[in-house]
């Protein structure tokens, strides 16, 4: 390979991961946010069947549901934490929040040496090829060792990361940009044929 192709592929790959950081940065959040609001769920419940099955009968009235029997509704209610455990269990939020934490850390220190290597070798400097291949190494082991980013979300995952990079060149532009303000004005200048917001590039 000579070295227009190697820093053309060093270029392509901390491209690709910086994608890939953000989407499973993304996937890390949301798995982490519903395994978070699970438990929560899950703690008032317990804290609800117990409270009922301990308190005076004198009080159970105010956290039974009116016309329910007490002990009837303590029963639904550890009927339902125990299929939310199991539906918990089954899911497993927090593991896959986890796996998209790990493989976010590949990913990242991937582009931050695709980064080093292009920032080092400016002016047409040739890359060694030596770090090269220890670079596309570190890469092939992200894919092999990381998860991989759902079909169904790609494209989603996809668009959010490009708007941000569109948002990014907007802010370095207009530093006093409002950022959902100018998201929404790329949105629409995209989706539209009236173009209302002119790209960084003049597009």
């Given at each position: 390979m000579t070295n227009v192709d190697i820093r053309t592929e060093?270029?392509?790959?901390?491209?690709?991961?910086?994608?890939?950081?953000?989407?499973?940065?993304?996937?890390?959040?949301?798995?982490?946010?519903?395994?978070f609001v699970m438990d929560i769920f899950l703690l008032l419940l317990s804290a609800w069947v117990t409270i009922v099955s301990v308190v005076d009968e004198r009080y159970v009235a105010f956290l039974t549901p009116y016309?329910?029997?007490?002990?009837?509704?303590?029963?639904?209610?550890?009927?339902?934490?125990?299929?939310?455990t199991l539906f918990q269990f089954k899911v497993d939020w927090k593991g896959t929040s986890e796996a998209h934490k790990r493989t976010f850390s590949l990913y990242a220190e991937v582009k931050r040496e695709a980064g080093y290597l292009?920032?080092?070798?400016?002016?047409?400097?040739?890359?060694?090829?030596?770090?090269?291949?220890?670079?596309?190494?570190?890469?092939?082991?992200?894919?092999?060792?990381?998860?991989?980013?759902?079909?169904r979300d790609f494209l989603r995952l996809?668009?959010?990361?490009?708007?941000?990079?569109?948002?990014?060149?907007?802010l370095d532009e207009y530093p006093g940009s409002n950022i959902w303000l100018t998201a929404a004005l790329i949105i629409l200048r995209d989706n539209s044929k009236w173009r209302t917001l002119k790209s960084p590039d003049g597009k």
């Open positions: 060093v270029s392509r790959i901390r491209r690709v991961s910086d994608q890939l950081c953000s989407s499973h940065a993304a996937l890390r959040d949301k798995f982490y946010r519903r395994a016309g329910f029997d007490s002990q009837l509704w303590a029963g639904l209610l550890g009927l339902a934490v125990f299929v939310l292009l920032a080092s070798n400016k002016d047409g400097e040739e890359i060694p090829l030596r770090e090269f291949q220890r670079l596309t190494s570190r890469y092939d082991m992200a894919s092999d060792a990381g998860v991989a980013v759902p079909e996809k668009k959010a990361h490009r708007l941000k990079i569109a948002v990014s060149k907007r």
